[in-house]
């Protein structure tokens, strides 16, 4: 399932070239996925419980600028899913042009131990776009 | 190969709401960096200077992986080297260190392109010049 969340680019995530800049494009990456979650499950957000995901790797292409006051659309989409990893991508467009996309790896851990966990199945099923 | 060693204290700006460094974070540090190492080895080649010799640095991809977390007012040492010069591109590596522990590797291409065409160029002779300089010396 295909997840499309909007954002406008404001003077805050541009440079002086006039154009977005760079890391403006992870944070409406993580502003798209963190719909999703509270879309479908609010509680996967918060923070203070024992088991959170953190990103282990992310990797962004970028194509085409985005400018001041663009509408832009983030489209995201599980890309693969396993007991302890799971990758989303993301793809990022003005329009019909294409500006960014990424990919974007993350786990879970436990946030005493700081170890490994299983990715807990309604955040799965958050991913997948099935209610929970 | 050289390498250009930059320091930074973690603030509040910097983390997030789980008390560690936001992962989007280390895309400000590595560019702060690469600025820093631009003004440190390159005889003060700044951005703007770059682009009055023809060029301006334009991020064709950047990919990120994360070793550990980083804590605010933390003091990390950011390790920048050139890996690869090419005609129309570069590639930077860049560590990002909490004593001695690596918390993050950031690998960064970087296109020459023209400011007046937006279309790539060779990077201007000076330039290239002064990035081969910090790669080999």
Redesign the interface.
């Given at each position: 399932m295909v997840f499309e969340h909007r954002e406008r680019v404001y003077y805050s995530d541009t440079d002086a070239e006039g154009i977005a800049y760079h890391k403006a494009y992870f944070d409406w990456a993580e502003h798209a996925r963190s719909e999703i979650l509270l879309r479908y499950n609010p509680e996967t957000v918060k923070t203070g419980g024992a088991v959170v995901p953190v990103i282990t790797h992310i990797e962004i292409s970028y194509y085409n600028p985005a400018h001041l006051d663009d509408e832009i659309v983030v489209r995201s989409e599980a890309a693969e899913t396993k007991r302890f990893s799971a990758c989303v991508k993301q793809e990022i467009f003005s329009g019909d042009s294409l500006l960014a996309s990424l990919d974007v790896k993350f786990a879970f851990i436990n946030s005493q131990t700081m170890r490994p966990e299983l990715i807990p199945d309604r955040f799965l099923a958050a991913l997948k776009g099935e209610s929970v | 190969m050289s390498e250009h060693l930059w320091n930074k204290r973690i603030y509040y700006s910097d983390t997030d709401?789980?008390g560690i460094i936001y992962?989007?974070a280390y895309?400000?540090i590595a560019?702060h960096a690469r600025t820093e190492m631009l003004r440190d080895r390159m005889n003060g080649l700044s951005y703007d200077k770059i682009a009055e010799e023809g060029a301006?640095f334009?991020?064709?991809?950047?990919?990120?992986?994360?070793k550990r977390?980083g804590h605010l007012s933390d003091i990390i040492t950011v390790r920048t080297r050139l890996r690869e010069l090419k005609t129309v591109y570069c590639i930077f590596e860049q560590l990002v260190e909490k004593d001695g522990v690596v918390l993050a590797e950031i690998v960064t291409k970087i296109a020459f392109v023209s400011p007046k065409t937006m279309r790539p160029v060779p990077c201007p002779e000076k330039v290239a010049e002064a990035l081969r300089r910090f790669k080999e010396e």
């Open positions: - | 709401a789980e992962h989007a895309v400000d560019e301006i334009v991020l064709k991809s950047i990919s990120l992986d994360y977390p």
